[in-house]
């Protein structure tokens, strides 16, 4: 691995270049030469500050690219969801982003002297799903984690160190809240409102009923169309040219491990070399001629809007949006990664937006029209009606009475369960997330729908008998308390973030 790595250092050093440059545009680290245009940063500039420590641009570059790495490759993204949502109490991040938070609790880590061993940090590596193959840890994903780690500037080492950041932020909740015990009246709710059936009938207001009767006038598609003109443009259509480096298939059926890592390596090879002469040639790139000296096969697919990509791209949902958001200034893409390779390419042609006349789209604002108003008949309708039935049920009428005077029609529906949908109701899961907050013999706030709104009369609620009753409740405890627990830490976290007191460079402009 180690050859491997000096053969194809050239592109390694430029893609690590490129990572680093586009890491601290963000977060500030830069000088910018107003005359010259070109943006400069060193990796020893400062980067940020915290607990007044600080961090140079290599720094924290490195923590940036390992966390990048692990939701991009270890598919680790339980690791970053968890540090994106810790931060200050008012629901923003810390001012370093992810970075500054992933600083906070390493600090935090070493304060508290928690700390994986290597043998811990290996094993929780290995048990990751893009290292194993059928459940079972495979030396040559491992081998292909560490070659595409490489492309990183990350070591072995550094996958240890994101390993043992994972773990720590575990062990240092467990510690944060070890002595909360969740209340036993909310537990009790909670378990309550999770397993008892709720037997309702609804009222339904289909919005194809208020647009019988509805009439658009010529005037109001004019006005119509002169408000919302912009929106009223063609779709952008892409071209596009690519290679394609295709991932060994059947590799799970390759006995040999030697063999896997040497197919794998194979395609490594192929678009290690593509990469590294079109970011060499910069501008100046061609992936046609690229592929004529590398001898690769170039796909051409004719123009297509986003939305509705042509039969080879159907499934790579990630090629077709970088396909879609590739800058026009860069010739060749950087490779694209999906389930079945790598894509490298470039954009033959763009057909931008263009504006639409009103007899070329004067059905879709016709349309457009009636869909508002008759919105606002239901809205206004299903208010109505609510209050209607809201009082008439206070003063101890029946719900069939009121609804036979408003000549409106009450449905059964088949008895509900909050936590799991009833395949044959349309909607159950919002209707029974309503009912669950509306008191029996009341009416609910309204549901909307795929075909309009309903309102939801709450008929009883019976608590299901059940052998396992004491287990399930446990199990509602259970996850009461972690639920809580971790509101409990991320308190405490931003308190901490707080104290931190994250410092990141301001932008500074300076004349040639």
């Known amino acids: 691995m180690l050859e491997f790595f000096r053969r194809n250092r050239g592109a390694f050093l430029i893609i690590l270049t490129i990572v680093i440059i586009i890491t601290f545009s963000v977060s500030g680290a830069w000088r910018y030469d107003k005359n010259a245009q070109v943006a400069q940063a060193l990796p020893t500039d400062h980067a940020m500050t915290v607990f007044g420590k600080d961090y140079t ?6 923590v940036s690219r390992s966390l990048q790495f692990a939701m991009q490759h270890l598919s680790m993204f339980d690791l ?3 540090l994106s949502s810790l931060g200050k109490q008012d629901g923003s991040n810390s001012g370093g982003g992810i970075v500054g938070t992933a600083l906070v609790l ?3 880590l070493a304060d508290t002297g928690i700390r994986a061993s290597d043998a811990e940090a290996v094993e929780a590596l290995k048990k990751l799903p893009n290292m194993q193959t059928n459940g079972v840890f495979d030396p040559s994903r491992g081998q292909q984690v560490e070659e595409t780690a490489g492309m990183y500037g990350l070591s072995t080492a550094d996958l240890l160190d994101i390993m043992r950041l994972k773990i720590g932020l575990e062990k240092l909740k467990e510690l944060v809240t070890k002595n909360y015990a969740v209340s036993s009246l909310a537990a009790e709710k909670q378990y309550a409102s999770s397993q008892q059936t709720m037997k309702v009938s609804t009222i339904a207001f289909d919005t194809e009923t208020f647009k019988k009767d509805l009439k658009v006038t010529d005037e109001e598609i004019q006005k119509a169309y002169d408000e919302g003109k912009e929106t009223y443009k063609t779709v952008e259509k892409r071209a596009v040219k690519y290679v394609f480096f295709e991932t060994p298939k059947d590799l799970d059926k390759v006995a040999e491990v030697e063999k896997r890592v040497a197919l794998q390596k194979a395609v490594s090879d192929r678009l290690n070399a593509f990469t590294e002469k079109s970011l060499a040639a910069g501008r100046d790139a061609n992936l046609e001629k690229l592929a004529t000296e590398l001898k690769e096969k170039v796909e051409t697919i004719a123009a297509f809007e986003q939305a509705t990509p042509p039969e080879a791209l159907k499934t790579e949902a990630a090629l077709v949006e970088a396909i879609f958001t590739q800058p026009k200034t860069q010739p060749v893409s950087d490779a694209v990664k999906t389930d079945k390779g790598w894509y490298v390419f470039t954009v033959s042609a763009i057909e931008e937006p263009k504006q639409q006349e009103l007899a070329a789209v004067k059905d879709k604002v016709k349309d457009g029209l009636i869909d508002k108003k008759a919105a606002e008949a239901r809205s206004k309708a299903v208010n109505e009606v609510r209050d209607f039935l809201a009082a008439g049920l ?4 029946k719900i069939e009475d009121l609804v036979k005077e408003k000549k409106l029609t009450l449905s059964p529906v088949t008895d509900l369960d909050a936590a799991t949908p009833a395949p044959n109701v ?7 997330a309503e009912a669950a907050k509306t008191g029996v013999g009341q009416i609910s706030q309204a549901v909307d729908t795929d075909k309009g709104t309903v309102l939801v009369y709450v008929n009883a609620k019976e608590l299901r008998k059940s052998d396992n009753a004491a287990s399930l409740r446990k199990q ?3 996850s009461l308390a972690s639920k809580e627990g971790e509101g409990i830490f991320q308190a405490w976290f ?3 973030v707080e104290e931190a007191h994250i410092e990141t460079p301001v932008r500074t402009e300076t004349a040639a």
């Open 106 to 108: 390493q600090q935090l």
């Open 476 to 478: 509602q405890a259970d």
């Open 394 to 397: 206070k003063d101890k009428k």
């Open 494 to 496: 931003a308190k901490k």
């Open 80 to 82: 970053y969801i968890g």
């Open 57 to 62: 641009n290599a720094e924290a570059g490195q």
């Open 426 to 432: 349309p909607n159950s899961t919002q209707i029974a």
